[in-house]
Nanobody, 122 residues
Framework: QVQLVESGGGLVQAGGSLRLSCAAS????????MGWFRQAPGKEREFVAR?????????YYADSVKGRFTISRDNAKNTVYLQMNSLKPEDTAIYYC??????????????WGQGTQVTVSS
C-alpha cells in the first residue's frame, strides 16, 4: 500500500505562487512516474503535470499550465512537488497527486492522495 498526502494549498491572489508537496509513505514511489491532477467545481478531473521516476526525469505539462508550473521530485524524501507561479483564478481547484503504473498493459494511476485546495482570487 502507498499513502499519498498533499499539502501546501491555500488562498492566493492572482499572480501569486504556491508550492504543493506530495509525500508518499508505505512504499517508495522513487521508481514510478508521478502526476498532478486537478478538479474544479463542476468540472472533470484534468491532468496537470507528470514527472518520470528518475531524478531530473522527463516532465510533461498541460498546455494550460506550461511555463507557469514546474513539477519536480526528491526521491530521497519520497516527495513530489508542484511549483505554481503566475496563478490565475482559473487555476482554482482541488489538486491531487497520483502514482503512475502499468495496469493490464496500459499506463494508469493507481494510488491517489486526498487532495489539497488551491483558491486563486482575482
Amino acid at each position: 500500500q502507498v499513502q499519498l498526502v498533499e499539502s501546501g494549498g491555500g488562498l492566493v491572489q492572482a499572480g501569486g505562487s504556491l508550492r504543493l508537496s506530495c509525500a508518499a509513505s508505505g512504499r517508495t514511489v522513487s521508481t514510478y512516474a508521478m502526476g498532478w491532477f486537478r478538479q474544479a467545481p463542476g468540472k472533470e478531473r484534468e491532468f496537470v503535470a507528470r514527472i518520470n521516476y528518475w531524478s531530473g526525469g522527463s516532465t510533461y505539462y498541460a498546455d494550460s499550465v506550461k511555463g507557469r508550473f514546474t513539477i519536480s521530485r526528491d526521491n530521497a524524501k519520497n516527495t513530489v512537488y508542484l511549483q505554481m507561479n503566475s496563478l490565475k483564478p482559473e487555476d482554482t481547484a482541488i489538486y491531487y497527486c497520483a502514482r503512475r503504473t502499468v495496469v493490464a498493459g496500459s499506463y494508469d494511476y493507481d494510488y491517489w492522495g486526498q487532495g489539497t485546495q488551491v483558491t486563486v482570487s482575482s
